[in-house]
């Protein structure tokens, strides 16, 4: 039977061509405001964004970094620019527009965007997200100090000590090599900031300290939830479907509650209990009730000591187990680099006792290894946005005032123009030509830029160097057995959703010797009675 036309169809088909009009309009009126005016210049390019959501749909939640690597390409750019509902964001693509803008021009850079969704989540304030300011300042001036390179020295019998209790974890129990690589990052972190020790792999601070670095690590590219490209959006019920961040926010908003206040309780019991003890709680305590009694003000109020010690923990804690756990990955998958580095080290060592601190600078093979896994996979491969200041033109693109911007620190470690095979794990590649090498440059960005760089690296350095020394010299890394007892290679898991991290695997942990066990024996012993 014939159709005949309804009112209706009409009706439907004046919508379709209204709707097709405002497209083709709002197109117009993207290719114009990206192209600028003559008061500002085009803005960086990228791809066109859909009518009223923007961007927002177009940027995928696992391994956003990936594809804005591909539009970088695309786009012939090394800054994108993106937006939706008002949110700015640009993304730098190769180390000299970062260079450039975060290191450079840093002051105007110094900024961070507002984190609605790690507000959601619970944070006391914290160095990492506060905003700049006098705030942040205060932060910056009280939690940077310990950690200079002329001062993290303090605690690098502490890292020594862990490192051995770690090395000998792992071989007596080489199923649970995870847990004492978690273990060692707690142990060390803890120690210094509450004064609190970490007696095993099972500690209730191992899985406290565990579920808060997951509530981050899977959280998604900070600031990039819906939350934070519509702050108003936060105050929907969490039940609906597309309010999936938000319920995330309040599912893990527990274990953030959990890191900044149980340790912190702990520590000030301790506090009454033991007279010695030269924490950063400790002493920021003692700050505060010298004040408090004098009458004078305390700016660092007790908040602050509680976010400032929780930002230790948190910021400290998963990113040194994380790079713990690659290099046990990539030593497996790599057994020539693991036996050119024990050899190195046998011969610094002469094989007749463990690596110290004072051994490190004559280990360059060892910190190689170390380098190459900075560069084979960036925790943050987005690293920490920072945002903008005022307005800015870069390479005659606007980049407005309040612009997020993210420095893809994954390009630039996989940036083929400046490294061979970039997914190849090839410590060698750094050396000059001449020693076998091909002279590529270190890696950048691991630890972030400019005003906001990382503040723990020259500790996590010295964690990470510590025990992959002992690890070397005194165990093996394999790929697991089989029932028919051979190796069984395989490809582990990752997890690309905020952070870049590698799941749990099977690795086969050895003692290297009869020597090297009994080496690590007694130096174990030596802290047990000490
Ligand atoms: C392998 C280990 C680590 C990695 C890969 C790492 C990485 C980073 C990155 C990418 C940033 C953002 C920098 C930026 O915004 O440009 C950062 C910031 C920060 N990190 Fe680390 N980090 C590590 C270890 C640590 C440790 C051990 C501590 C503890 C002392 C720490 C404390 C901080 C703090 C407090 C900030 C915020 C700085 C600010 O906003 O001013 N990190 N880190």
Redesign the pocket.
């Known amino acids: 039977m014939g159709h005949t036309l309804q009112p209706l169809d009409g009706a439907v088909a004046l919508l379709g061509l209204l709707v097709t009009i405002l497209l083709a309009a709002y197109r117009k009126f993207w290719e114009w405001f990206s192209k600028g005016s003559t008061a500002y210049p085009p803005l960086p390019p990228g791809p066109p964004p859909e009518p009223l959501l923007g961007h927002y749909r177009m940027v995928p939640e696992d391994a956003a970094f990936k594809q804005y690597a591909k539009w970088s390409e695309e786009y012939k750019s090394d800054v994108l620019f993106f937006q939706t509902f008002g949110t700015k964001w640009a993304v730098l693509n190769t180390l000299g527009a970062a260079t450039e803008l ?1 290191e450079k021009r840093g002051g105007n850079y110094a900024d ?1 965007p507002h984190f609605v969704m790690f507000e959601e989540m619970g944070w006391s304030p914290t ?2 997200w ?1 905003r700049w300011g006098p705030k ?1 300042q205060l932060h ?1 001036k009280v ?1 940077q100090p310990p ?1 200079t390179k002329s001062r993290v020295g303090q605690y690098e019998e502490l890292q020594r000590r862990e490192a051995l209790k770690c090395c000998k974890g792992m071989i007596e129990n080489p199923d649970d090599w995870l847990n004492h690589a978690r273990r060692f990052s707690v142990a060390i ?1 803890l120690k210094i900031t509450y004064g609190l020790d970490v007696d095993g792999p099972y500690s209730p601070w191992v899985q406290l300290a565990d579920d808060a670095a997951n509530a981050i690590g899977k959280s998604g590219a900070p600031a990039s939830s819906i939350m934070d490209r519509f702050p108003a959006t936060r105050y929907l019920p969490d039940w609906l479907p597309f309010m999936e961040r938000l319920r995330y926010a309040h599912t893990w908003k527990s274990a953030i509650q959990n890191i900044t206040s149980l340790p912190f309780e702990a520590a000030l019991k301790r506090a009454t209990s033991t007279t010695a003890n030269e924490s950063f709680i400790h002493n920021r305590m003692k700050i505060w009730h010298n004040n408090a009694q004098e009458g004078l003000p305390n700016d660092f109020d007790l908040d602050d000591i509680k976010g400032a010690a929780a ?2 923990v948190i ?2 804690n998963d ?2 187990a994380a ?1 713990l756990t690659l290099l046990i990955l990539y030593l497996m998958q790599n057994p020539s680099a693991q036996l050119t580095a024990q050899r190195e080290i046998d011969v610094v060592t002469g094989g007749t006792r463990l690596p110290t601190f004072a051994d490190l600078p004559h280990l360059p093979y060892t910190r190689l290894i170390l380098q190459e896994t900075y560069r084979m996979n960036p ?2 491969p987005l ?2 946005p ?1 945002a903008s200041v005022a307005d800015d033109v870069y390479d005659g693109m606007f980049i407005p005032k309040g612009t997020i911007v993210y ?1 893809n620190v994954w390009a630039m470690c996989h940036d083929e123009r400046v490294y061979r095979e970039p997914g190849r794990f090839w410590p060698e590649r750094y050396l000059a030509r001449e020693e076998g090498g091909n002279g590529e440059p270190a890696p950048v960005g ?12 020259n ?2 350095e010295n ?2 160097l510590i025990v992959l020394a002992t690890m070397l010299t005194t165990m093996d890394i394999g790929w697991p057995l089989g029932e028919d007892g051979d190796p069984k290679p395989f490809e582990p898991e990752w997890s690309f959703r905020g952070q870049a991290i590698v799941l749990p695997f099977k690795a086969k942990v050895t003692s290297r010797s009869a020597q090297s066990k009994a080496l690590l024996d007694k130096e174990v012993e030596a802290l047990r009675v000490s």
Do not use: K, Q
């Not at 830029?449 to 690296?457: E, L, S, Y």
């Open positions: 975060l961070r160095l990492t506060l942040y910056r939690l950690f972190v930002t230790v910021a400290g990113t040194t790079t925790l943050s690293g920490i920072h420095p691991n630890f972030g830029f400019g005003r906001r760089i990382c503040v723990g690296r500790l996590a964690s990470l």
